[in-house]
C-alpha cells in the first residue's frame, strides 16, 4: 500500500521492481480502485481480477503478465489512466493493459467462418505481444465461468462470441486446457439440453474411459521403452492422455 500511496502520478517514477511487490501493488492498486463495484453475481468486483490472475499465474506467466490480469479492468471501469499504470508499474504493464483494454473493444457481430477467421487475425494483429492475448483468454475463461449471472440473451451471445473466436485461438495458441474448457462452457450455455445429455453419458462411462486410457499409456510407454533405437537416446517418458471433452464428442 505505501508503493501506491507514496508515488505520485508522473511517468518516471515507476515502482515497483522486486516481482512479488510488483504483484502486491498490483492487487492492492486494483482492489482499492474497484472497491463498491460489484459483478452481476453480487460478488464483489475483485473478485474477476484475483480469478484472471490466478489463472496466468497457472500457466507460467510473468509477474509483469499476472500484474496486467489484476489491472486489466481498471482503466475501462475506475477513472485511472494508463499514464497512472505507467507511473505505479512501467511501462511494460501499462503496455498490456492498454493491449487488453484495446481488444476489450472488438466484438463479434457476424457468424460467417470468414468473418470469424478475419476477427482472430485481428486479434493477433493488434496484439504486438501475445501476452496481451493471454490475459484476454484468461479474462473470458473466468467471465465464462460465472456467465449464469447473466440475462440469457446475453449469455447466448457471449457463448457463441466465445465458441467462435477464443477457443479458436486458445487452441491456435496450444492452450488446450483454455480451449476445451472455453468450448464446453459455451456449449452449455448455446446447447443446454444437448451438453447435459452428453455430460450424462460420459460421467456414466467414466470408470471404463479412464481404465481404457490408462491401460492405452501403459502399452505405449512399455513399446517406447522396449524400442532399441531409442534406448540411450531417451532417458525417460511420459505418456499424457485424457478423456474427450464434452463438446468435442458433439458430432
Not at 484475483?50 to 477513472?79: K, M, N, Q, W, Y
Request: proline share 5%; hydrophobic share 45%.
Amino acid at each position: 500500500r505505501e508503493c501506491i500511496v507514496n508515488v505520485p502520478p508522473g511517468i518516471g517514477q515507476s515502482c515497483p521492481t522486486d516481482p512479488e511487490a510488483l504483484l502486491v501493488a498490483a492487487f492492492d492498486f486494483g482492489f482499492q480502485l474497484h472497491e463498491g463495484q460489484f459483478r452481476a453475481s453480487g460478488d464483489p468486483y475483485i473478485v474477476h481480477p484475483v480469478a484472471v490472475a490466478d489463472l496466468l499465474r497457472d500457466i507460467g506467466a510473468s509477474a509483469p503478465v499476472i500484474a496486467a490480469g489484476f489491472l486489466h479492468d481498471v482503466v475501462e471501469d475506475t477513472d485511472v489512466s494508463l499514464v497512472e499504470i505507467e507511473a505505479h508499474f512501467g511501462a511494460e504493464v501499462r503496455e498490456l493493459v492498454e493491449g487488453v483494454t484495446k481488444l476489450g473493444g472488438i466484438h463479434f457481430n457476424n457468424r460467417t467462418e470468414a468473418q470469424a477467421e478475419n476477427l482472430r487475425r485481428m486479434f493477433l494483429a493488434m496484439a504486438s505481444d501475445i501476452r496481451v492475448v493471454l490475459v484476454k483468454l484468461a479474462d473470458r475463461l473466468h467471465n465464462m465461468r460465472t456467465l449464469e449471472h447473466m440475462p440469457p440473451h446475453k449469455r447466448v451471445a457471449i457463448a457463441r462470441e466465445t465458441l467462435e473466436i477464443f477457443a479458436p485461438l486458445a487452441h491456435r495458441l496450444g492452450m488446450w486446457q483454455y480451449k476445451e474448457e472455453l468450448a464446453d462452457l459455451s456449449f452449455s450455455h448455446l446447447f443446454p439440453e444437448e451438453h447435459a445429455a452428453l455430460r450424462s453419458s460420459i460421467d456414466a462411462r467414466a470408470a471404463q474411459h479412464t481404465d481404457a486410457l490408462d491401460g492405452a499409456k501403459r502399452r505405449i510407454a512399455e513399446m517406447v521403452e522396449a524400442d532399441e533405437w531409442l534406448q540411450g537416446r531417451v532417458a525417460s517418458i511420459d505418456v499424457e492422455g485424457r478423456t474427450k471433452s464434452v463438446h468435442s464428442t458433439w458430432p
